[in-house]
Nanobody, 115 residues
Framework: VQLVESGGGLVQAGDSLRLSCAAS????????MGWYRQAPGKQRELVAD????????NYADSVKGRFTISRDNAKNTIYLQMNSLKPEDTAVYYC?????????WGQGTQVTVSS
């Protein structure tokens, strides 16, 4: 199983970024997919997740209205569109897949937002 994130970087407050996660080795359409993040000295936290068909999403309160998660089951890829970024969004962002209690993680991509 491989989950490969891309799209992170250094941006200024108010800018946008789009993260991508390409999955292989799983039956993608059967997996709940999501994005988590971990800031220095903090626990990993849910940012957003999306159900198998893409019709149901869930967001952390801190990103509601700014971030949008989506998936393309034909491309085995999920996305996280991040708008109006804030310095407190600075973290390593991890892609997650879950199917019947089995969870996989990507290596993470760094997002740094300067003020």
């Amino acid at each position: 199983v491989q989950l490969v994130e891309s799209g992170g970087g250094l941006v200024q407050a108010g800018d946008s970024l789009r993260l991508s996660c390409a999955a292989s080795g799983i039956t993608f359409s059967l997996n709940v997919m999501g994005w988590y993040r971990q800031a220095p000295g903090k626990q990993r936290e849910l940012v957003a997740d999306i159900n198998r068909g893409g019709g149901s999403t869930n967001y952390a309160d801190s990103v509601k209205g700014r971030f949008t998660i989506s998936r393309d089951n034909a491309k085995n890829t999920i996305y996280l569109q991040m708008n109006s970024l804030k310095p407190e969004d600075t973290a390593v962002y991890y892609c997650m897949s879950r199917f019947i209690g089995r969870t996989y993680w990507g290596q993470g991509t760094q997002v740094t937002v300067s003020s």
